[in-house]
């Protein structure tokens, strides 16, 4: 608890205001980062399992390469006051269609800073123009990441298939359109507090 330099005596102190989230590009910086996730079981459980140490850097350096030239956004989840990156949002164009994926680090899971990174860059997508409608494929069994599409404001398509890491998935489709969302104020989608850096 604080007390604001506006109170009266006699007020009762307010709370402090809760830590902001950042969200930032992929760096160079960020192998410990993608090591803790891509080679963590519980992170990768619906995705194909952990990935091998050894192609971790490769992945991050084609990442890398993604963002600086344009054709996808990577974006680091930072939460309020931790040193440390929580988890990804990643927003790339393939096959004709726009994406969105994100995965959190066990130790920061359950805290809402996906919901609130995906909602975030969906914001960003939306003063960004280019990106049309944006479809998220979780498995089906991911209730975490279903529900983050679900209170996102994304619309259910259905079940598929869908291809990820030369494997086959059982995935629900959902998709939604940033730009026939009102800025910030989607249904089911309450303000974020993450700030773009």
Request: with cysteine; glycine share 12%; hydrophobic share 40%.
């Amino acid at each position: 608890m604080d007390v604001s330099p506006d109170a009266v005596a006699g007020d009762p102190p307010t709370a402090a205001p809760p830590a902001v989230d950042l969200l930032r590009d992929v760096e160079p910086g960020d192998l410990d980062a993608y090591v803790r996730m891509r080679c963590d079981p519980a992170v990768m459980a619906e995705l194909g399992g952990p990935q091998p140490r050894e192609r971790v850097a490769a992945q991050l350096r084609r990442d890398l390469e993604t963002v600086r030239d344009g054709s996808a956004w990577i974006k680091m989840i930072i939460p309020g006051g931790a040193a440390q990156v929580a988890g990804t949002v990643t927003l790339y164009s393939h096959a004709g269609i726009s994406e969105i994926g994100w995965m959190v680090a066990p130790e920061f899971q359950g805290r809402g800073l996906a919901g609130r990174a995906v909602r975030a860059v969906l914001d960003l997508a939306r003063a960004d123009g280019r990106w049309g409608p944006i479809h998220a494929f979780p498995a089906t069994t991911n209730a975490a990441s279903n529900a983050i599409c679900r209170s996102g404001g994304f619309a259910f398509v259905g079940e598929e298939q869908t291809a990820f890491g030369g494997r086959l998935f059982r995935t629900n489709h959902w998709v939604i359109d940033p730009s026939a969302q009102p800025d910030g104020s989607s249904a089911g989608r309450p303000r974020g507090d993450v700030v773009p850096a």
